[in-house]
């Protein structure tokens, strides 16, 4: 969850330090479909069948949304990029996103079909019924290293299912309409986390160190621009900065500047290539000391400095 003390919120938009923005479900839809998907809609709770044109227009948001999406294939295949790894869905693969980490929808087969289901983040942290749900959400980066579970064809023939369940309670004229709609998504969470525990019948890393590395990746989107450092991460975690680096590095191989010099390359990326900022501008966001740093930074990285990559990507 976004805390609230880093965010402006202004109407369906919530504004990240440095200009970072990250959409709501409601703004997100809107921006992709350009109307509400049903009479009086909410922007809380959404769930539909998707073909890949339909898919692609995720990318409108620059891969930053505000609300948990859970996308299960049912046919074809997808090539996503996801926080600067690329990762292929095939049927019966269920994906699922956590707020505040970028996401590029790279190729589809022309066969490719999907049912998403996607729920607004602050609404439902705060529900009683699912306050497992970030867990839930993180546990298949944790414990796969990437976030999608590759399911039984029963188990996904029945998450299937409650899905369709909460499309069809969506398009009701049911008077308790929104009641049944987070019985039904609770009752999908708790599904799911069935399929998860059976999937992973022993804990690869203990409880502890589980909520010690997602802390840190819920952080890192809020704050990689302005700290590029590891002390200030582990003192939001109030651990020490080697059980930090332990810890990253235990779940899943890398260290946290790793992910830190990923997230700051691919924010300078996007924004060589979409923005019309000055390269001098772009390191000043960045808070990088000057332009040379940033540029020795860059050219490490991507291995062309920030001026060939723009120039290259006109």
């Known amino acids: 969850m976004v805390p609230t003390s880093f965010l402006n919120k202004n109407n369906d938009k919530y504004q990240l330090n440095d200009d970072k923005q990250v959409y709501s479900l409601k703004k997100a839809y809107m921006l992709m479909h350009g109307k509400e998907p049903v009479k009086d809609w909410d922007g809380r709770l959404y769930c539909h069948e998707v073909d890949a044109d339909v898919t692609f227009r995720a990318n409108e948001t620059h891969g930053f949304m505000e609300a948990f999406t859970f996308t299960l294939v049912t046919e074809g295949w997808l090539n996503i990029v996801y926080n600067g790894h690329q990762l292929t869905l095939r049927p019966d693969d269920l994906y699922i996103y956590s707020p505040g980490l970028a996401v590029t929808i790279v190729e589809a087969s022309d066969d490719y079909h999907s049912i998403c289901l996607m729920a607004d983040e602050q609404i439902t942290i705060e529900l009683p019924t699912v306050h497992n749900l970030v867990n839930v959400a993180y546990m298949p980066i944790v414990r796969l290293h990437e976030p999608k579970l590759t399911l039984s064809h029963a188990d996904a023939l029945q998450l299937a299912g409650r899905m369709r369940e909460i499309t069809a309670c969506l398009h009701s004229d049911h008077i308790y309409k929104t009641?049944?709609?987070?019985?039904?998504?609770?009752?999908?969470?708790?599904?799911?986390?069935?399929?998860?525990?059976?999937?992973?019948?022993?804990?690869?890393?203990?409880?502890?160190?589980?909520?010690?590395?997602?802390?840190f990746v819920r952080l890192l989107p809020l704050h990689f621009a302005e700290h590029h450092d590891i002390a200030f991460y582990a003192s939001q975690l109030h651990i020490s900065t080697v059980y930090l680096s332990r810890v990253v590095r235990q779940v899943t191989g890398r260290t946290v500047v790793d992910y830190i010099n990923q997230f700051l390359t691919m924010e300078a990326s996007f924004l060589l290539r979409t923005s019309k900022l000055s390269i001098v501008q772009i390191a000043e966001r960045l808070h990088f000391a000057d332009l040379a740093s940033f540029s020795k930074f860059f050219s490490r990285q991507v291995g062309q400095s920030p001026r060939a990559y723009r120039e290259g990507n006109v």
Not at 189 to 206: A, G, I, P, Y
């Open 179 to 215: 009641e049944i709609l987070w019985m039904l998504y609770g009752v999908f969470l708790l599904d799911l986390q069935n399929v998860q525990e059976k999937t992973n019948m022993h804990r690869s890393v203990s409880q502890r160190v589980e909520e010690i590395f997602i802390g």
